[in-house]
């Protein structure tokens, strides 16, 4: 996935009137200004009420459905390897958002803070604070990956993190 991909996707969103923030590697590049590694795919977490239009909008880029775990989650792909892992998120009237885990009655909480925008290819995107983005690298054995995006938030944002 490359940053000429993410702003395609986000552009066709935001065309439909959907509203998406990008987490993961990409959501953390976004927070730093800059690609700071390959991304192998696309994390975006969407308002879930909007989630048809969302689906329309991305099969008409030729993406389709290859995982569906949800309401927590679910992947689609391009037939040119090009994925996308979607996160439905439930609004409240304060701005916070809960997204459903596999732990039933334990939901991933977003506080209204989460939703910033960062930068990708020089456009501002809408993505997940450096806070959030700590707050979801917690509970798992970290990958080579995962220390060098939590080493890159320390360093630019002095943000502590557990690892």
Known sequence: ?????????????????????????????????????????????????????????????????????????FVVEDAGGREIDLHPLAFGADGEALQESFEPGRPFRYPASSFVTGTIGGRPVPCLSAEQQVYFHQGYEPTERDLKDMAHLRGAFGIATHF
């Open 1 to 73: 996935m490359r940053d000429v991909d993410v702003l395609e996707v986000v552009d066709v969103l935001r065309a439909v009137g959907a509203q998406v923030w990008i987490g993961g590697g990409w959501g953390i590049d976004a927070l730093l200004g800059r690609q700071t590694r390959p991304h192998r795919d696309l994390d975006l977490m969407h308002r879930r009420e909007q989630e048809p239009e969302v689906l329309t909008a991305l099969a008409g880029l030729g993406f389709a459905l290859t995982l569906d775990q949800r309401p927590v989650r």
